[in-house]
């Protein structure tokens, strides 16, 4: 059974730092390119940042040399470390592959940037 299971995320004043983990089961993970999604309340849910298989990544503007994607395909794991966060970042935070069939989506982790 594939699952996907997010954690890490929290409240956090303006300016703080959270580290997101993503741990998949039940797939062949390691072939995937991977990313990290975000929605926050009343709008859609958007991608921020990119993994490939090979380690590439690519960010949203809106993170963009704020936020580090990697990854460990021995631990079928992704993390997402935020830095310097904005009240503009609360969002629930989802992992999952981005392009074909996704993968189900997990309940995701709450990131609440406020002072």
């Known amino acids: 059974q594939v699952q996907v299971v997010e954690s890490g995320g929290g409240l956090v004043q303006p300016g703080g730092s959270l580290r997101l983990s993503c741990a998949a089961s039940?797939?062949?993970?390691?072939?995937?390119?991977m990313g990290w999604y975000r929605q926050a309340p009343g709008k859609e849910r958007e991608l921020v940042a990119v993994?490939?298989?090979?380690?590439?990544?690519n960010y949203a503007d809106s993170v963009k040399g704020r936020f580090t994607i990697s990854r460990d395909n021995a631990k079928k794991a992704v993390f997402l470390q935020m830095n310097s966060l904005k009240p503009e970042d609360t969002a629930v935070y989802y992992c999952?592959?981005?392009?074909?069939?996704?993968?189900?989506w997990g309940q995701g982790t709450q990131v609440t940037v406020s002072p």
């Open positions: 999952n592959k981005v392009s074909g069939v996704t993968l189900p």
């Open positions: 039940g797939t062949i993970f390691s072939i995937y390119s």
């Open positions: 993994i490939t298989s090979g380690g590439n990544t």
